[in-house]
């Protein structure tokens, strides 16, 4: 089966070009320019005119809550969102029911994805402050890296024992995407907060309860640790200007992430928004988030996820100590980010680096994450111009909400095309369709 993408400008390695694209079953035959013609017959014509040609996009960090949390949200609705998103692969996190810290849970998210997931999947491996034995045994192939916890966040897998960090730094066999916030310090804010405001402070208060001074800290001592083992280390959804100043661009030992929601919102909006923002580690100021606008640029950020998790709105009820933490945002993070673009934060070109090239560079994806000859056919096919607005309606999430509500894009994910399949077009899911699970270059 051959299908020819057709009339779209392609966006790749650092270009814009015109240029049609020949798939032949699920991988990438061709790339034509200059009026070249396929090589062989072709089946099926999608018009990408007027659209613009992605690479599919990569979300290393997601929360897909299966096993264990399926109420809110599940690995087949959550891959559903993902596919009309324009995303193609995800890296699902380990704080599920069980936990993603034997090898035996890990094997059951592998078999559950091979049968739901709309799109490619795999799956972090959780560290504990015991498990670091079975780091030899982990499927270096099939898992993009090891997550660690070290600052309390959903599931309770917090790695506060120095002893035990010691050994996960020095026997990882994988990357490290490191949670950093301290306990500690949080735990003391907490204490002030409520002593002065309640039992549950307001949700305005929770980025000086998860405060600059705990990602700081935390930040620094996973990197010290990183450079005394030499072990790779990705600091996950980094959100503060004196956490980024440490990343050094051009280095791929240590690295970081921002996350999609926390270069789109800051304080001021939790007076709209209120706990549908409250994440860990917090929104922070518009110091913060500009500062992390400007890392996008200037080599500081290595990737863009979404830490995409959502929870039932009867779960965002309450304050700091009461709401959950965590939104849905797979979804709409790739049109935010070209709302992003559109406001000269960065180019379209870079964004494409942020969010497909370099997340399959820095976990070692085999053949994805780029439009080349021989790579799988992950596209995805965006357009501007068609202004739309978010409601319930269109929300994929089983949760049913999302702080992107009665916002309007001006750009559009057209199509959604995971190895070689339609998974997406013009607003519906393709029934019955299936993602591949992920293989990893280590």
Avoid at 134 to 151: A, D, E, N, V, Y
Avoid at 233 to 258: D, K, N
Avoid at 275 to 298: E, H, M, Q, S
Avoid at 337 to 354: A, H
Wanted: hydrophobic share 40%; aromatic share 8%.
């Amino acid at each position: 089966m051959r299908t020819l993408i057709k009339g779209g400008k392609t966006v790749n390695e650092g270009h814009v070009s015109n240029a049609d694209i020949v798939i032949e079953d699920d991988h990438i035959a061709q790339i034509l320019t200059d009026g070249e013609q396929p090589e062989a017959t072709i089946h099926e014509v999608i018009d990408a005119s007027g659209c613009y040609v992605l690479p599919g996009v990569i979300d290393s960090h997601v929360h897909f809550r299966e096993p264990g949390l399926t109420a809110k949200a599940d690995i087949s609705s959550e891959s559903r969102a993902a596919a009309a998103g324009g995303v193609t692969s995800y890296f699902d996190m380990p704080n599920t029911v069980p936990q993603t810290t034997t090898l035996e849970a890990l094997e059951e998210k592998f078999r559950l994805a091979a049968q739901k997931s709309v799109v490619n999947y795999s799956f972090f491996f959780g560290a504990t402050n015991d498990n670091y034995t079975l780091f030899p045994q982990l499927p270096t192939t099939r898992i993009p890296g090891i997550k660690l916890f070290m600052g309390s966040s959903t599931g309770n897998m917090l790695v506060d024992r120095d002893e035990a960090l010691d050994k996960i730094f020095a026997s990882a066999p994988l990357l490290l995407m490191a949670h950093c916030e301290d306990t500690d310090i949080i735990n003391r804010n907490m204490a002030s907060f409520q002593e002065h405001y309640g039992d549950d402070p307001d949700v305005g208060l929770h980025s000086l309860i998860r405060s600059e001074e705990a990602c700081l800290a935390s930040t620094i001592k996973a990197m010290e640790l990183a450079i005394r083992h030499d072990a790779r280390l990705h600091v996950a959804h980094v959100t503060t200007a004196e956490e980024l100043e440490l990343f050094a661009p051009g280095t791929s030992q240590i690295t970081a992430e921002a996350t999609v929601g926390h270069l789109y919102f800051s304080l001021v909006d939790y007076e709209r928004l209120g706990t549908r923002i409250k994440v860990n580690p917090a929104i922070k100021n518009f110091r913060d988030c500009y500062a992390l606008r400007c890392g996008l640029t200037d080599g500081h950020i290595a990737t863009i996820g979404t830490d995409h998790a959502p929870h039932l709105l009867e779960q965002k009820q309450g304050g700091c100590a009461r709401a959950a933490s965590g939104m849905p945002m797979i979804q709409f993070a790739l049109p935010t980010m070209l709302e992003l673009v559109d406001e000269g934060v960065l180019s379209i070109e870079r964004m494409v680096q942020l969010m497909c090239h370099n997340p399959a560079l820095l976990f070692n994806v085999s053949q994805r994450g780029f439009l080349r000859s021989g790579y799988k056919a992950d596209i995805t096919i965006v357009r501007r111009g068609t202004p739309w607005t978010v409601t319930p309606e269109v929300i994929q999430s089983k949760c049913g909400w999302s702080p992107m509500e009665g916002h309007t894009y001006q750009w559009r994910v057209e199509r959604t095309l995971c190895n070689g399949h339609t998974v997406y077009d013009n607003g519906s899911v393709v029934a019955d369709s299936r993602g591949e699970e992920i293989l990893f270059a280590h």
